[in-house]
């Protein structure tokens, strides 16, 4: 991370402290808040957010590491999470796993070099009578076969596309 940016990702959490009250029940929202906007908490982020809430560096180590919304290192644009626990396991997530996997050519906990996509494990997901159950962002997908896996990720590449040409539009006004 260069110097400018660590100094204008100093200045975004001294603000989000300030808003939060400085104190250690500020932590939770304030990784949330850094996770929504950069994509991931970085050690830096976490060094600056346990110099400003006056806590160990741990606490906030471990925060990032309990919650499965929170993660440590960049994420693709569209993280995929493949609940992996006992009534989808039954009901065939291995076979929508190993499909993910060789249609991104990536494996569990990595992202596609294009940093479009990461497959990640989850545990349940409140779905567990319509399993196999995953997760793209905040949208559930129930009842996944494999067969339905390229069109899953069809519809996240075409909503990128349409994202992305908006954005030119936007900029080109
Ligand atoms: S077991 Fe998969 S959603 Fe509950």
Partial sequence: MLVTEQEQLKAELQELATRHGR??????????EV??????????????????????????????????????RP?????????????????????????????????????????QFTLEWANCLGMCDQGPAILVNEQVFTGVTPEQVHGILEQCRRRFSAHALAQTAEHAV
Wanted: charged share 25%; net charge positive.
């Fill in 23 to 32: 104190r250690r029940d500020a932590l939770l929202p304030m990784v949330q």
């Fill in 35 to 72: 996770q929504r906007r950069h994509g991931h908490v970085s050690s830096y982020a976490m060094q600056v957010i346990a110099d400003l809430l006056d806590i160990h560096p741990v606490e906030v180590h471990s925060v990032v590491s309990f919650y499965s919304f929170l993660s440590a």
């Fill in 75 to 115: 994420l693709g644009r569209f993280v995929i999470r493949v609940c992996r626990t006992i009534s989808c396991d039954m009901a065939g997530k291995d076979r929508v796993a190993r499909q993910l996997e060789n249609d991104l050519k990536i494996k569990f906990g990595e992202t596609t070099p294009d940093g």
